[in-house]
Protein backbone atom coordinates (compact mmCIF):
# COMPACT_ATOMS: atom_id res chain seq x y z
CA UNK A 1 0.00 0.00 0.00
CA UNK A 2 2.77 2.30 0.74
CA UNK A 3 4.31 1.78 -2.30
CA UNK A 4 1.79 2.41 -4.35
CA UNK A 5 0.65 5.40 -2.39
CA UNK A 6 4.87 6.06 -2.97
CA UNK A 7 4.52 5.42 -6.52
CA UNK A 8 1.26 7.71 -7.07
CA UNK A 9 3.20 10.29 -5.28
CA UNK A 10 5.68 9.84 -7.28
CA UNK A 11 4.42 10.15 -10.47
CA UNK A 12 2.36 13.30 -9.30
CA UNK A 13 5.28 15.23 -8.25
CA UNK A 14 7.47 13.77 -10.86
CA UNK A 15 10.57 16.55 -10.84
CA UNK A 16 11.15 15.76 -14.39
CA UNK A 17 7.86 16.38 -15.72
CA UNK A 18 7.86 19.71 -14.06
CA UNK A 19 11.13 20.76 -15.45
CA UNK A 20 9.39 20.03 -19.01
CA UNK A 21 5.98 21.59 -19.00
CA UNK A 22 7.93 24.89 -17.23
CA UNK A 23 10.71 24.56 -20.03
CA UNK A 24 7.56 24.41 -22.40
CA UNK A 25 5.63 27.47 -20.49
CA UNK A 26 8.81 29.45 -20.87
CA UNK A 27 9.40 28.88 -24.35
CA UNK A 28 5.27 29.49 -24.81
CA UNK A 29 5.52 32.98 -23.25
CA UNK A 30 8.97 33.91 -25.60
CA UNK A 31 7.62 32.92 -28.72
CA UNK A 32 4.34 35.22 -28.62
CA UNK A 33 6.77 37.79 -28.06
CA UNK A 34 8.72 36.42 -30.52
CA UNK A 35 5.88 36.85 -33.28
CA UNK A 36 5.28 40.23 -32.56
CA UNK A 37 8.92 41.37 -32.69
CA UNK A 38 9.48 39.35 -35.95
CA UNK A 39 12.29 37.30 -34.62
CA UNK A 40 10.90 34.40 -37.01
CA UNK A 41 12.50 33.95 -40.04
CA UNK A 42 12.55 31.00 -43.01
CA UNK A 43 16.08 29.79 -44.46
CA UNK A 44 16.50 27.70 -47.32
CA UNK A 45 18.18 24.33 -48.02
CA UNK A 46 18.94 23.52 -51.16
CA UNK A 47 17.36 20.43 -53.12
CA UNK A 48 19.62 19.58 -55.92
CA UNK A 49 19.32 16.96 -59.06
CA UNK A 50 22.48 15.34 -59.47
CA UNK A 51 21.71 13.98 -62.73
CA UNK A 52 20.64 17.58 -63.94
CA UNK A 53 23.57 18.99 -62.26
CA UNK A 54 21.95 21.74 -60.74
CA UNK A 55 19.24 23.15 -57.39
CA UNK A 56 16.23 22.62 -58.63
CA UNK A 57 14.56 24.21 -55.04
CA UNK A 58 14.76 24.55 -51.53
CA UNK A 59 12.96 23.43 -48.37
CA UNK A 60 11.70 26.27 -45.95
CA UNK A 61 12.64 26.01 -42.44
CA UNK A 62 11.90 28.08 -39.72
CA UNK A 63 14.24 29.95 -37.60
CA UNK A 64 13.78 31.53 -34.35
CA UNK A 65 17.14 34.14 -33.77
CA UNK A 66 17.43 37.03 -32.11
CA UNK A 67 20.35 39.33 -33.13
CA UNK A 68 21.61 36.85 -35.15
CA UNK A 69 21.84 34.11 -33.16
CA UNK A 70 19.22 31.11 -32.99
CA UNK A 71 17.04 31.09 -29.79
CA UNK A 72 15.71 27.91 -29.55
CA UNK A 73 15.80 25.32 -32.44
CA UNK A 74 12.69 24.44 -34.49
CA UNK A 75 12.97 20.62 -33.06
CA UNK A 76 12.20 22.98 -29.31
CA UNK A 77 10.03 25.14 -30.51
CA UNK A 78 7.66 23.92 -33.11
CA UNK A 79 6.03 21.57 -30.66
CA UNK A 80 5.57 23.76 -28.61
CA UNK A 81 3.76 26.08 -30.95
CA UNK A 82 1.99 22.88 -32.08
CA UNK A 83 0.58 22.13 -28.61
CA UNK A 84 -0.66 26.07 -27.97
CA UNK A 85 -2.31 26.42 -31.51
CA UNK A 86 0.52 29.31 -32.29
CA UNK A 87 1.37 26.87 -35.12
CA UNK A 88 -1.40 28.01 -37.18
CA UNK A 89 -0.72 31.48 -37.59
CA UNK A 90 3.30 30.73 -37.47
CA UNK A 91 2.72 27.96 -40.17
CA UNK A 92 -0.01 30.12 -42.14
CA UNK A 93 2.79 33.40 -42.16
CA UNK A 94 5.94 31.10 -43.15
CA UNK A 95 3.76 29.05 -46.18
CA UNK A 96 3.22 32.94 -47.67
CA UNK A 97 6.71 34.17 -47.06
CA UNK A 98 7.78 31.19 -48.93
CA UNK A 99 5.65 31.56 -51.68
CA UNK A 100 6.27 35.12 -51.64
CA UNK A 101 10.02 34.00 -51.93
CA UNK A 102 10.08 30.91 -54.74
CA UNK A 103 7.70 33.77 -57.07
CA UNK A 104 10.58 36.01 -56.67
CA UNK A 105 13.42 33.81 -57.65
CA UNK A 106 11.41 32.66 -60.53
CA UNK A 107 10.74 35.49 -61.92
CA UNK A 108 14.66 36.54 -61.54
CA UNK A 109 16.25 33.22 -62.47
CA UNK A 110 14.79 30.09 -63.37
CA UNK A 111 11.70 28.24 -61.86
CA UNK A 112 12.70 26.63 -58.39
CA UNK A 113 10.35 25.17 -56.86
CA UNK A 114 9.86 25.24 -52.58
CA UNK A 115 8.67 22.93 -49.82
CA UNK A 116 7.11 24.19 -46.81
CA UNK A 117 6.37 21.83 -43.67
CA UNK A 118 2.84 21.89 -42.89
CA UNK A 119 2.41 20.73 -39.36
CA UNK A 120 -1.03 18.27 -38.78
CA UNK A 121 -2.96 21.13 -36.51
CA UNK A 122 -2.26 23.21 -39.42
CA UNK A 123 -3.58 20.92 -42.44
CA UNK A 124 -6.42 20.10 -40.48
CA UNK A 125 -7.52 23.35 -39.62
CA UNK A 126 -10.51 24.19 -41.46
CA UNK A 127 -9.45 27.42 -42.84
CA UNK A 128 -6.19 25.37 -44.27
CA UNK A 129 -7.47 24.79 -47.93
CA UNK A 130 -8.64 28.42 -48.59
CA UNK A 131 -5.72 30.25 -46.96
CA UNK A 132 -3.91 27.25 -49.32
CA UNK A 133 -5.43 28.86 -52.29
CA UNK A 134 -5.47 32.94 -51.18
CA UNK A 135 -1.63 32.18 -50.34
CA UNK A 136 -1.42 31.48 -54.46
CA UNK A 137 -3.48 33.73 -55.97
CA UNK A 138 -1.67 37.21 -53.59
CA UNK A 139 1.80 35.66 -54.09
CA UNK A 140 1.58 34.38 -57.97
CA UNK A 141 3.28 31.98 -57.04
CA UNK A 142 2.79 29.12 -60.12
CA UNK A 143 1.15 25.98 -57.86
CA UNK A 144 3.36 22.95 -59.23
CA UNK A 145 6.37 24.76 -57.80
CA UNK A 146 4.93 24.66 -54.46
CA UNK A 147 5.40 21.29 -52.36
CA UNK A 148 3.66 20.01 -48.66
CA UNK A 149 5.59 18.58 -46.81
CA UNK A 150 3.61 16.56 -44.99
CA UNK A 151 4.41 13.15 -42.09
CA UNK A 152 2.74 10.15 -42.37
CA UNK A 153 1.32 11.03 -39.15
CA UNK A 154 -0.70 13.76 -40.65
CA UNK A 155 -1.75 11.95 -43.35
CA UNK A 156 -2.64 8.70 -41.03
CA UNK A 157 -5.18 10.97 -38.22
CA UNK A 158 -6.54 13.10 -40.47
CA UNK A 159 -9.86 11.21 -40.41
CA UNK A 160 -11.65 10.30 -43.18
CA UNK A 161 -11.98 14.14 -45.15
CA UNK A 162 -8.04 13.98 -45.33
CA UNK A 163 -8.00 11.84 -48.71
CA UNK A 164 -10.45 14.17 -50.12
CA UNK A 165 -8.27 17.34 -48.70
CA UNK A 166 -5.10 16.17 -50.65
CA UNK A 167 -6.92 15.77 -53.72
CA UNK A 168 -8.48 19.35 -53.63
CA UNK A 169 -4.89 20.18 -52.76
CA UNK A 170 -3.30 18.05 -56.09
CA UNK A 171 -5.47 19.28 -58.24
CA UNK A 172 -4.62 22.99 -57.72
CA UNK A 173 -1.33 21.73 -58.81
CA UNK A 174 0.31 21.96 -55.63
CA UNK A 175 2.77 18.57 -55.34
CA UNK A 176 2.52 16.45 -51.83
CA UNK A 177 5.53 14.91 -50.06
CA UNK A 178 5.78 12.20 -47.37
CA UNK A 179 8.57 13.88 -44.69
CA UNK A 180 10.63 11.50 -42.87
CA UNK A 181 9.20 8.48 -45.19
CA UNK A 182 10.05 5.08 -42.95
CA UNK A 183 9.80 6.22 -39.50
CA UNK A 184 6.36 6.96 -39.17
CA UNK A 185 3.69 4.54 -38.73
CA UNK A 186 1.98 4.74 -41.92
CA UNK A 187 1.18 1.40 -43.71
CA UNK A 188 1.92 1.04 -47.35
CA UNK A 189 -1.34 0.63 -48.08
CA UNK A 190 -1.48 4.25 -47.47
CA UNK A 191 0.62 5.03 -50.65
CA UNK A 192 -1.81 3.31 -52.40
CA UNK A 193 -4.70 5.38 -51.60
CA UNK A 194 -3.47 8.82 -51.23
CA UNK A 195 -1.87 11.57 -53.96
CA UNK A 196 1.31 11.67 -52.53
CA UNK A 197 3.88 12.71 -55.44
CA UNK A 198 6.94 12.75 -53.37
CA UNK A 199 8.96 10.05 -50.62
CA UNK A 200 11.37 12.18 -48.53
CA UNK A 201 13.36 9.41 -47.18
CA UNK A 202 14.51 10.04 -43.45
CA UNK A 203 18.14 10.52 -42.92
CA UNK A 204 18.32 7.95 -40.47
CA UNK A 205 18.12 5.42 -43.28
CA UNK A 206 20.93 7.61 -45.56
CA UNK A 207 23.16 8.17 -42.49
CA UNK A 208 24.36 4.79 -42.37
CA UNK A 209 23.46 3.68 -46.05
CA UNK A 210 27.52 3.26 -47.26
CA UNK A 211 28.82 0.92 -44.45
CA UNK A 212 24.92 -0.59 -43.20
CA UNK A 213 23.69 -3.33 -45.51
CA UNK A 214 20.14 -2.66 -43.95
CA UNK A 215 20.30 0.44 -44.23
CA UNK A 216 21.16 0.35 -47.98
CA UNK A 217 18.31 -2.50 -48.86
CA UNK A 218 16.01 -0.28 -47.04
CA UNK A 219 17.27 2.99 -49.22
CA UNK A 220 17.23 0.40 -52.71
CA UNK A 221 13.86 -0.95 -51.61
CA UNK A 222 12.36 3.09 -51.39
CA UNK A 223 13.47 3.84 -54.69
CA UNK A 224 12.24 0.88 -56.18
CA UNK A 225 9.11 1.11 -55.07
CA UNK A 226 8.56 5.38 -55.56
CA UNK A 227 9.96 4.60 -59.42
CA UNK A 228 7.24 1.30 -59.63
CA UNK A 229 4.45 4.13 -58.35
CA UNK A 230 5.59 6.83 -60.61
CA UNK A 231 6.44 8.90 -57.55
CA UNK A 232 9.87 10.80 -57.26
CA UNK A 233 11.90 10.07 -54.10
CA UNK A 234 13.89 12.69 -52.40
CA UNK A 235 17.11 11.61 -49.83
CA UNK A 236 17.23 13.58 -46.74
CA UNK A 237 20.13 14.47 -44.99
CA UNK A 238 23.15 13.39 -47.57
CA UNK A 239 26.41 14.56 -45.67
CA UNK A 240 29.27 12.61 -47.77
CA UNK A 241 30.60 11.82 -51.21
CA UNK A 242 29.72 7.96 -50.39
CA UNK A 243 26.64 8.49 -49.41
CA UNK A 244 25.44 10.33 -52.57
CA UNK A 245 27.35 8.10 -54.52
CA UNK A 246 25.14 4.91 -53.44
CA UNK A 247 22.07 6.99 -53.79
CA UNK A 248 23.35 7.84 -57.53
CA UNK A 249 23.49 4.49 -57.97
CA UNK A 250 20.63 3.24 -56.60
CA UNK A 251 18.52 5.81 -58.67
CA UNK A 252 17.82 8.39 -56.46
CA UNK A 253 18.79 11.41 -58.37
CA UNK A 254 17.21 13.94 -56.04
CA UNK A 255 19.14 15.16 -52.24
CA UNK A 256 18.73 17.29 -50.21
CA UNK A 257 21.87 17.55 -47.24
CA UNK A 258 24.75 19.58 -45.77
CA UNK A 259 26.92 17.51 -48.34
CA UNK A 260 25.45 20.52 -50.76
CA UNK A 261 24.20 22.96 -48.38
CA UNK A 262 22.92 23.45 -45.15
CA UNK A 263 20.03 25.80 -44.75
CA UNK A 264 21.15 29.82 -44.95
CA UNK A 265 19.16 32.99 -45.31
CA UNK A 266 17.25 33.76 -48.39
CA UNK A 267 20.18 35.92 -49.40
CA UNK A 268 22.94 33.23 -49.89
CA UNK A 269 20.58 30.89 -51.50
CA UNK A 270 19.96 33.58 -53.64
CA UNK A 271 23.61 33.97 -54.21
CA UNK A 272 23.91 29.90 -54.60
CA UNK A 273 21.68 30.05 -57.29
CA UNK A 274 22.58 33.16 -59.33
CA UNK A 275 26.60 32.84 -58.91
CA UNK A 276 26.61 28.61 -59.48
CA UNK A 277 23.80 27.75 -61.56
CA UNK A 278 24.36 25.25 -63.14
CA UNK A 279 27.81 24.21 -61.60
CA UNK A 280 28.60 21.07 -60.20
CA UNK A 281 26.04 21.07 -56.97
CA UNK A 282 28.16 18.69 -55.18
CA UNK A 283 30.83 21.75 -54.70
CA UNK A 284 30.02 22.87 -50.90
CA UNK A 285 29.99 26.51 -50.53
CA UNK A 286 29.84 27.18 -47.08
P1 LIG B 1 12.51 18.24 -41.56
O1 LIG B 1 11.38 18.84 -42.29
O2 LIG B 1 12.72 16.78 -41.75
O3 LIG B 1 13.79 19.06 -42.01
C1 LIG B 1 15.06 18.51 -42.17
C2 LIG B 1 15.95 18.81 -40.98
O4 LIG B 1 17.18 18.16 -41.14
C3 LIG B 1 16.27 20.29 -40.81
O5 LIG B 1 16.40 20.56 -39.42
C4 LIG B 1 17.62 20.40 -41.50
O6 LIG B 1 18.40 21.50 -41.05
C5 LIG B 1 18.23 19.09 -41.11
N1 LIG B 1 19.23 18.65 -42.08
C6 LIG B 1 19.25 18.86 -43.42
N2 LIG B 1 20.30 18.28 -43.99
C7 LIG B 1 20.99 17.67 -43.00
C8 LIG B 1 22.19 16.87 -42.97
O7 LIG B 1 22.86 16.63 -43.98
N3 LIG B 1 22.57 16.40 -41.75
C9 LIG B 1 21.89 16.66 -40.60
N4 LIG B 1 22.34 16.15 -39.47
N5 LIG B 1 20.75 17.40 -40.61
C10 LIG B 1 20.31 17.89 -41.78
P2 LIG B 1 15.74 21.84 -38.75
O8 LIG B 1 15.82 23.00 -39.67
O9 LIG B 1 16.32 21.95 -37.38
O10 LIG B 1 14.20 21.45 -38.64
C11 LIG B 1 13.79 20.38 -37.85
C12 LIG B 1 12.36 20.02 -38.09
O11 LIG B 1 11.51 21.08 -37.66
C13 LIG B 1 12.01 19.80 -39.55
O12 LIG B 1 12.39 18.52 -39.96
C14 LIG B 1 10.50 19.98 -39.50
O13 LIG B 1 9.88 18.82 -39.05
C15 LIG B 1 10.35 21.06 -38.45
N6 LIG B 1 10.16 22.36 -39.13
C16 LIG B 1 11.07 23.24 -39.60
N7 LIG B 1 10.47 24.30 -40.18
C17 LIG B 1 9.12 24.08 -40.08
C18 LIG B 1 7.95 24.82 -40.49
O14 LIG B 1 8.00 25.89 -41.14
N8 LIG B 1 6.72 24.27 -40.17
C19 LIG B 1 6.63 23.08 -39.51
N9 LIG B 1 5.40 22.62 -39.23
N10 LIG B 1 7.69 22.37 -39.14
C20 LIG B 1 8.93 22.85 -39.42
MG1 LIG C 1 10.73 18.74 -44.13
MG1 LIG D 1 12.53 15.46 -43.11
MG1 LIG E 1 12.59 15.70 -39.46
Not at 3 to 14: A, D, E, L, S, V
Not at 15 to 24: D, F, G, I, V, Y
Not at 187 to 200: A, R, T
Not at 229 to 252: D, I, R
Request: a negative charge; aromatic letters at 8%.
Amino acid sequence: EAKMQGRNGYRFFNPSMNERNTARMRIEVALRKALARNELSLHYQPKVDVELGTIVGAEALLRWQADGEDVYSPEEFIPVAEDCGLIVPIGEWALREACRQAETWTRLYRPLSVSVNVSALQFQHTRFYESLRTVLVETGLHPTLLELELTERTVMEGGDHIAELLRKIKSLGVALSLDDFGTGYCSLSYLKHFPIDILKIDRAFIRDVAWDNDSAAIVGAIVAMGRGMNKQVLAEGVESMEQATFLGAAGCSQMQGFLFGKPMTARDFEERISVVDMGDPTVIQD
